[in-house]
């Protein structure tokens, strides 16, 4: 393997190609050119199995080590990466990061080893004790772990508000809030957030304090997928993924990433090196390889999918409720016409729905174990985002680390069932459904 610095396309045409090229070709072949690693004899870029690299001299190990840990070269996108250690930087790892950067529309993009490694490194890289984090009610049950019961030990406080309330959001004035946090669309409720609207607020009251004082947005973009929302572009800080799911696609691969500025970069990978949530150079390399190529092709027939089952499921009369961002009667439908585009476009309601059962818990009990038990199509199991279709009841699984009077402050129904659409035929989707629901 070559670390020979590689600044500029040795093609000039290909690199105007490029520019000129639509999102969805970008993310079958990445960028044209690469700094992280030299592999242009292959059409697809070899595994690494390295945890250690040869240096050379002294005088490069140190200069790595500076490279690393120094803010302003860490900025300069033309250095060379001299690689020292897997848990510092790695070459599949690099590359991966550079792909969901062009994805997402971000100037940086930095992998660990899952979606709350992310979160965790996110969240502690920017705070210290005495902080305060504002985060949205409604939200997935490890992360309200995290802010209601681990960062509190380090005198970090959150409070859990509703994120489309204006009065909720008069909480931000508070000179103690540095993190404003929430999902894009939330899990499992599937609520909206405003971000026009909140963006609009938080630059308001960023004019009025220092830079280091300044409220840092971070956001969870994991059911939307950079296909249907890019954060970024509506002046979001930090954006995070989990790339088990939707980006990943296929559940054979475990990792997150934080989309961000430069300005957030040095920050994040310190904290990765320190926290030590480090992404296997293999799963970058699945995803890198299959899970963002595809992207766009899974996330259209998830969508497909999501849109017809939903509406079976709206004219169903043992339904009490069903949300999905692409019906009619969805809570924020005209602001999801508006910010729910593919880079294309075009409309991207998203492949999650949530919906309950008429009747009481025992009732959803059956349903579900009726479906785990006798469905071909769908599969009673956690995650989302991939091929196969899964169903789950967040109260008693996902969001189970939620206390449940809690639970129900943030509008979690115990009854509420979450299905998470792959890419089978919708037919036989709707036919386990039926099934199931006859079965009552």
Not at 89 to 117: K, R, Y
Not at 241 to 257: D, P, V, W
Not at 353 to 365: A, D, M, Q, W
Not at 428 to 434: G, S
């Amino acid at each position: 393997m070559s670390q020979k610095k590689k600044s500029k396309p040795a093609n000039k045409h290909l690199s105007s190609a490029y520019d000129r090229s639509t999102s969805r070709s970008k993310m079958v072949h990445g960028t044209p050119v690469t700094n992280a690693w030299e592999f242009s004899k292959h059409l697809i870029p070899p595994i690494t199995s390295n945890t250690t690299f040869r240096l050379g001299s002294l005088d490069r190990g140190a200069k790595g080590f500076l490279q690393f840990g120094s803010e302003e070269l860490s900025r300069d996108p033309s250095h060379e990466p001299i690689l020292i250690y897997d848990r510092l930087d790695e070459p599949n790892t690099l590359l991966l990061e550079e792909h969901l950067a062009q994805l997402e529309g971000s100037e940086s993009a930095v992998t660990f080893g899952s979606g709350m490694g992310a979160i965790s490194s996110s969240l502690l890289s920017v705070m210290k004790s005495g902080q305060r984090v504002i985060a949205h009610r409604n939200l997935y049950g490890c992360t309200y772990s995290l802010l209601a019961d681990w960062l509190p030990r380090f005198g970090i406080q959150s409070t859990f508000i509703d994120v489309n309330s204006r009065e909720h959001r008069q909480l931000l004035h508070d000179p103690n809030v540095r993190v404003l946090y929430f999902e894009c669309v939330s899990n499992p409720s599937l609520d909206l957030a405003d971000l026009p609207a909140i963006m609009s607020e938080v630059k308001k009251i960023n004019k009025t304090r220092s830079e280091s004082d300044r409220i840092i947005t971070i956001v969870d973009n994991t059911f939307a997928t950079p296909w249907g929302l890019r954060p970024i572009e509506w002046g979001i800080d930090i954006v995070i993924h989990s790339l088990t799911k939707n980006i990943g696609g296929f559940g054979t691969e475990m990792g997150g990433a934080a989309m961000s500025k430069k300005t957030f970069e040095r920050g994040l990978k310190l904290a990765r090196k320190d926290f030590g949530a480090i992404l296997n150079p293999k799963s970058a390399w699945g995803i890198t390889v299959h899970g963002i190529p595809t992207l766009a092709l899974r996330f259209e027939k998830q969508q497909t999918n999501a849109m017809a089952v939903a509406k079976f499921l709206e004219r169903h009369p043992k339904v009490e409720k069903v949300t999905y961002p692409g019906l009619k009667n969805y809570s924020h439908a005209k602001l999801a016409k508006r910010v729910l585009r593919t880079p294309e476009g075009k409309f991207a309601p998203g492949t999650m729905i949530s919906f309950t059962v008429k009747g009481n818990l025992e009732k959803c009990r059956r349903f579900v174990d009726h479906i785990a038990k006798n469905s071909y199509s769908i599969t009673l199991a956690v995650s989302l985002g991939l091929t196969k279709t899964l169903i789950e009841v967040p109260g008693y699984m996902t969001h189970a680390a939620i206390p449940k009077d809690k639970q129900s402050e943030s509008g979690i129904d115990p009854r509420l069932i979450r299905l998470s659409l792959g890419i089978e035929d919708s037919k036989d989707l709707i036919a386990d459904l039926d099934a199931a629901f006859r079965a009552l």
